[in-house]
C-alpha cells in the first residue's frame, strides 16, 4: 500500500458535545496489481481520525473506488491499519494550521 495524495480537514462538532477533535482524511492509494483489493480507476481512503484523552487513534474507515467512490467491502490488513495510523497521527496537525 502506497499513498499518494491526501487532503485532511477538522471535523466541528456544532453542539459541543464530543470530546477532543475529529478529523477527516480522503487519501488516494495504490496497491499491487496482484493485490484483490486493486482497482484500474484508483483506490482511496475515507478516514475518521479522533485525537482526545485517550489519545490519537482512527475511529474508522472506509476503502472508495476512486472514480465512483462507491465503499468496498474490505479491511486493511493490521500492518495496514498500523501504516494508515502512523500517516495520520503524522498529518493531522496539517488541519490546525490551515
Partial sequence: MNFTEYTVER???PFNILIGNRYEFLIDFTVDEEDDLYREQGLKLKV???VDENGP???HYHILEADTE???EFDLEDE???SLQS????HYIEAEEE
Avoid: A, G, N, T
Fill in 70 to 72: 462507491k465503499v468496498l
Fill in 87 to 90: 500517516f495520520c497521527k503524522e
Fill in 57 to 59: 487513534r482512527i475511529s
Fill in 11 to 13: 471535523v466541528e462538532d
Fill in 48 to 50: 475518521l481520525y479522533i
Fill in 80 to 82: 495496514e491499519i498500523e
